[in-house]
């Protein structure tokens, strides 16, 4: 896992301020995963696209709002400054990669913070200390300490709970990707309860409400670029947990893809394994491997 650059953003409902942090990379070493597309992965923090603010307490879409200052990781810095260095990273600034400053470990060594160049001062020039690195991160910490120091009243998003992405879902009109992205959640939360249970409980009126105009959705949308799972295989999986096997069955042998790379086999094992539970009419909401 890479983070990002850590990102102040103003809520664009009240104005408050609210620092998030964002990742360049992750994976999914020692996940958990479920048919449902859920991920439990220590390596691939759940960036949730909406969220409450911490300010007035309203659902907000975090690409809606403002960004308003951020900062790099010590460790990111130093790396995008060596890779420009090299000459490596030469369309860093092209690429809107680039929009924070400092810009490198060269651009913060260059008096960026009066108090962190004082403790720096002195050392620019030897490169060659067994200590130059630790006293220029122990600078950069100081530019960080002083960066938030100038944004005193900030506070945390909050993670939005059923009732939340209900209201958002009867008060907005929403893209069809918003839709999608809320009702997965939603889908999700609601198996909360019986996830990895043997002897799950009844869905009830919402939950079903919710599976069927999710299948609507996806099956207007396509392949949405925000999931891993191809969208065949999510209406495959709400059929499954409905109990509607064959339809689950038959909307798996309409996915086709192209017989190549790591991508079909991966796509294959997770057809096989709903298949395998559609077989044995088991709807229960267990982890799989993957």
């Known amino acids: 896992m890479t983070p990002g650059p850590t990102l102040l953003k103003a809520c664009n409902k009240c104005g ?12 999914t070493f ?14 691939q923090p759940d960036e949730h696209w909406l969220v409450l603010c911490g300010h007035c307490n309203q659902p907000i879409w975090v690409d809606e709002t403002e960004e308003i200052d951020g900062y790099w990781s010590y460790k990111r810095l130093s790396y995008v400054g060596y890779r420009r260095y090299m000459g490596v990273d030469k369309e860093w600034n092209e690429r809107g990669q680039n929009r924070l400053r ?3 470990i060269d651009d913060f060594d260059n008096n960026y913070d009066s108090e962190a160049y004082e403790y720096f001062n002195g ?35 909050k993670s939005t709970t059923v009732a939340d992405l209900q209201d958002t879902l009867n008060q907005n009109s929403l893209s069809l990707k918003k839709e999608v992205y809320i009702r997965l959640r939603l889908m999700r939360l609601y198996n909360d309860v019986n996830r990895d249970n ?4 009844p869905a009830f009126e919402t939950q079903y409400a919710n599976w069927i105009q999710l299948i609507k959705c996806l099956s207007e949308e396509g392949t949405s670029a925000r999931q891993r799972i191809p969208n ?6 709400i059929y499954r947990e409905m109990g509607r096997f064959t339809e689950a069955v038959e909307t798996l042998n309409k996915w086709t893809f192209e017989k190549r790379g790591e991508g079909y086999e991966r796509e294959l094992i997770r057809k096989n394994r709903l298949v395998k539970l559609c077989d044995n009419q088991d709807a229960r909401v267990m982890a799989i491997a993957e």
């Open 123 to 157: 050392n620019m020039s030897c490169d060659q200390e067994a200590n130059y690195d630790e006293k220029r991160r122990i600078a950069y910490s100081i530019y960080v300490v002083n960066l938030k120091a100038k944004y005193p009243n900030t506070q945390e998003y």
């Open 102 to 104: 400092p810009r490198s």
């Open 232 to 237: 065949d295989f999510l209406v495959a999986e």
């Open 16 to 27: 408050g301020l609210s620092w998030t942090g964002t990742f360049a990379s992750t994976n």
């Open 30 to 43: 020692g996940a958990k995963f479920w048919p449902d597309g859920k991920i439990d992965a220590p390596m």
């Open 198 to 201: 043997p002897e799950p409980q």
